[in-house]
RNA sequence: CGGGGUGUAGCGCAGCCUGGUAGCGCAUCUGGUUUGGGACUAGAGGGUCGUAGGUUCGAAUCCUAUCACCCCGACCA
């Protein structure tokens, strides 16, 4: 490609409603132009990148013997209301009506399409399992949309669908498709984590989100290295602190704490550490009209959706009212404590061990020191509620003395996969005959990828101030050759027009600056364009018999021998893709 | 959906408070000088001031309504 035939949109400032970087290096570099809120037009340069995305996973889950398939966008309202999801899905699902008055949906996702289709085209057990794909546009009209293409309303997205006669072989097409999805994102060259997603209730590998590190991420993730643990931070197991409990060694005493209501006055009031503290929280119950009690050490967070999964507490989870606390406790927030509290109690993991701790008093502006549990109040029941937090011990270690700990990074969810069981199949009535010639319910799996978000998220991982640094595998055109003085030297036109033609015939992309631009729009150009791989010829060197080469990445250019131009471009072609 | 904010040339903004018929930078086009990291110079084109009402002799400016967009939160996967 030529640039004069190229679409070039490239700005030099930054247009004022993007807020983040990827957000607006694709402003920047031309890439996408918004519509409307959360709707973009992709220009050429975005789109060479989607397609290589899009290229790559569906080589991907070829490879893994999924088919593809293509179905509509625009879907009829029976197959989701047979599904129950019509009345269900809310605001964010896109209806609309035809001219007859019929209604339609602009498709958010495609498990009520797939299954319906399945339920008519597999009818032995000897077709499965099964699993098809497409990429296509979806449409969720999120209340928010924000950051570019990164969180769109109408996003392009690789969805798969499986169909199995038994969960055994669910599991396996779910372990192919883990590793598919880890192929995939090895390939795209960025870094990612399998974060388990797993909710518990279903239990064993039911879902896996693959997540983009990345610092701009909507999702804090919790992750060990040692033991290849990765989760999402509100389900990361938090595991007990401290060790063992030491054995009362103060007694009980009162204080008075006058003015002094959160832990952090508390510790600097009676010069305490805050790990000695603990605070006692009250929430609704799950008893119509009670109220129960959460215990955490005074620097570890509550973590909602673990305590929204404790029996006694009500769901969603709901604070305790001034006046609840007044009654239950005889006291404000701020001084309650577990001493001659009448309430049902339960500690975090790190609480339950503490001894001669700090708490208040159930009474305004007054704490007890030397507290120990079973002595001066009743035993907790012990429960898993606190947040994780950098350095906590990963939950896979069983021996808290080994290097184990888990970081706290952000990532971006760039995929999911998980098992759906026979939810939908139920729904739309998929059955298949199994070998005694019975009808049975097929279990699905579903396993989705972001590719217009993997193209957002690739570029937060790689950027610098001049722009972007893609990965050789979605770069929009590998190598780009920036000629000085075009169209001034016949000898720098020919070396150059060349070397694009050999390029070209070798299959190479290669964008060819024949602007009659100034050396330097040209090289910001191509740096904001992120393009990999750049040369440079002009007269200067060429009489030295020399090509610039500069890769992206690095700090200074290299000389490379004119004779030897191709062969260096083409194993640093090859050294890049091995590297993938 | 709640709170806040912004709509003026392709992009970034000023002008609005204190009404007098629109300006700056970048980009674009033409000529000249330039050409190894976003040049210089001379000229040119481009705007229903989001939209609709109202007040006024006169509205980008004041008032009302409305639409769009952005940010924070809630929500969702």
């Known amino acids: 490609m030529r640039t004069t035939n190229f679409l070039l949109s490239t700005l030099k400032e930054t247009p004022a409603d993007a807020e983040i970087i990827s ?3 694709m402003l920047r570099a031309g890439m996408i132009r918004k519509v409307a809120a959360g709707i973009y037009t992709w220009l050429p340069a975005g789109l060479r990148v989607m397609r290589k995305v899009e290229n790559i996973v569906r080589q991907e889950m070829d490879k893994a013997g999924a088919q593809e398939v293509l ?39 495609h498990e009520v399409v797939i299954t319906s289709l399945m339920a008519n085209e597999i009818r032995s057990y000897k077709q499965l399992p099964a699993n098809f794909y497409q990429i296509q546009t979806k449409f969720r009209d999120e209340r928010r949309p924000r950051f570019g293409v990164m969180r769109a309303r ?148 509550l973590n909602e959706l673990k305590a929204e999964k404790h029996p006694l507490v009500a769901s969603p989870l709901t604070w305790a009212s001034d006046e609840e606390v007044q009654s239950a406790a005889g006291c404000a927030p701020g001084s309650i404590g577990t001493v001659g509290l009448h309430l049902s109690v339960t500690a975090d993991r790190s609480a339950v061990n503490l001894a001669n701790f700090i708490c208040g008093a159930n009474q305004d502006d007054v704490h007890l020191t030397g507290v120990n549990w079973g002595r001066d109040c009743p035993e907790p029941i012990e429960f898993d509620l606190r947040v994780v937090v950098d350095g906590d011990f990963c939950a896979r270690s069983t021996d808290q003395q080994d290097d184990s700990r888990l970081s706290i990074g952000r990532g971006i969810e760039v995929g999911h996969i998980f098992q759906l069981g026979t939810k939908y199949s139920e729904a739309m009535n998929a059955t298949c005959l199994d070998n005694n010639g019975k009808a049975a319910l097929m279990p699905m799996g579903c396993y989705g990828i972001g590719v217009s978000r993997i193209v957002a998220a690739a570029i937060e991982q790689n950027n610098d101030a001049r722009g ?95 004779d030897a131009i191709l062969d260096f471009l083409k194993s640093a072609l090859l050294k890049a893709k091995i590297a993938e």
């Open 468 to 562: 972007i640094i893609w990965p050789d595998a979605i770069a929009p055109f590998q190598i780009v050759i920036t000629p000085i003085g075009y169209k001034k030297s016949d000898k720098v036109k020919s070396v150059c027009d060349q070397l694009y033609q050999q390029l070209i015939s070798l299959g190479i992309e290669a964008l060819l600056d024949d602007r009659n631009e100034r050396p330097g729009i040209m090289f910001a150009d191509a740096d904001l364009m992120g393009i990999p791989h750049r040369v440079v010829i002009g007269e200067k060197s060429l009489d030295k018999g020399q090509i610039e080469y500069k890769n992206r990445r690095a700090e200074a250019a290299e000389d490379i021998a004119q």
């Open 71 to 109: 179905m509509p966008s625009v879907q009829p309202a029976e197959l989701w209301q047979q599904s129950g999801r019509w009345e269900m899905y809310g605001g964010e699902l896109l209806r609309m009506k035809d001219r007859h008055g019929r209604d339609f949906a602009y498709g958010p996702t």
């Open 154 to 301: 109408e996003f392009i997205m690789k969805d798969a669908y499986s169909f199995h006669l038994d969960q055994a072989s669910l599991q396996e097409t779910y372990d192919v498709m883990y590793q598919t999805y880890t192929d995939i994102f090895n390939r795209l060259g960025l870094g990612f984590r399998a974060v388990d997603a797993d909710n518990g209730s279903i239990g064993g590998n039911a879902s896996h989100e693959f997540h983009v590190l990345a610092d701009s991420g909507e999702d804090a993730i919790a992750v060990c290295d040692k033991y290849q643990y990765a989760a999402n931070v509100e389900l990361a197991e938090a595991l007990q602190l401290g060790g063992a409990r030491p054995a009362a060694s103060q007694e009980m005493d009162r204080v008075d704490t006058p003015g002094q209501h959160t832990i952090a006055a508390i510790c600097e009031f009676l010069s305490a550490p805050i790990e000695s503290t603990i605070k006692t929280l009250l929430v609704k119950g799950e008893e119509q009209g009670s109220v129960v009690a959460l215990v955490l050490r005074g620097d570890h967070e």
């Open 23 to 25: 957000h607006q290096l």
